[in-house]
Structures are given as structure tokens and as C-alpha cells.
């Protein structure tokens, strides 16, 4: 069963930075695109950006250009490099497969875009 660990979020100032990752286990996960969803209070779950296995990403358009993801398959890592942060990216941040997630979720990151 893959285990999915995120972390590396917090408070952070607008136009602040944060770099997330998600440690995942099970061999799978290399040769699986990976996304990092995230989900804001009383909004459903949405996908920001995603990886494939070879490297080629896609980035929701509220995002791009200030997200950037990117992955080590010899750690089994995702990460996720926040930039020019905003109060609407507040919300807990989760990784998955795309576009069909694992069934086990992790316990997310929570990032609070706040002055």
C-alpha cells in the first residue's frame, strides 16, 4: 500500500515562498504521474500541478508561473516550490497520484497565506 507523507508548509506573508514535499513509499510511485492537490475550507479538493514520471508538468492556471513542481524518483519525492504566495492559496496541500489518487491519502500540509 502506498503511504503518502507531506510536509514543509506553515505561515507565510503574501509574496512569501514555501517549499512542500511529499515522501512517498512503494515502487509504483516512480513510474506514476504525481500531482499536488490542495483544498481550501469549504472548497472541494482541486489539482495545481502535476509531474509525470519523466518530467513533464502541467500547473493549474491560478498558479502558473509562480508554482513549480518537480520530483527525485531515486528519493521517491515530490516537491512543490511556492512563490509570490497569495491569501487564496491558503489551504491544506496533499500529493496523489493523478488522475487516479491512491486510495489512502496523507495528512496533508496545511499553508496559511496570512499578514
Known amino acids: 500500500q502506498v503511504q503518502l507523507v507531506e510536509s514543509g508548509g506553515g505561515l507565510v506573508q503574501p509574496g512569501g515562498s514555501l517549499r512542500l514535499s511529499c515522501a512517498a513509499s512503494?515502487?509504483?510511485?516512480?513510474?506514476?504521474?504525481m500531482g499536488w492537490y490542495r483544498q481550501a475550507p469549504g472548497k472541494e479538493r482541486e489539482l495545481v500541478a502535476s509531474?509525470?514520471?519523466?518530467?513533464?508538468?502541467y500547473s493549474a492556471d491560478s498558479v502558473k508561473g509562480r508554482f513549480t513542481i518537480s520530483r527525485d524518483n531515486s528519493k521517491n519525492t515530490v516537491y512543490l516550490q511556492m512563490n509570490r504566495l497569495k491569501a487564496e492559496d491558503t489551504a491544506v496541500y496533499y500529493c496523489?497520484?493523478?488522475?487516479?489518487?491512491?486510495?489512502?491519502w496523507g495528512q496533508g500540509t496545511q499553508v496559511t497565506v496570512s499578514s
Open positions: 512503494g515502487s509504483i510511485v516512480s513510474f506514476s504521474v
Open positions: 496523489n497520484r493523478v488522475p487516479t489518487p491512491f486510495p489512502s
Open positions: 509531474i509525470s514520471s519523466y518530467g513533464v508538468t
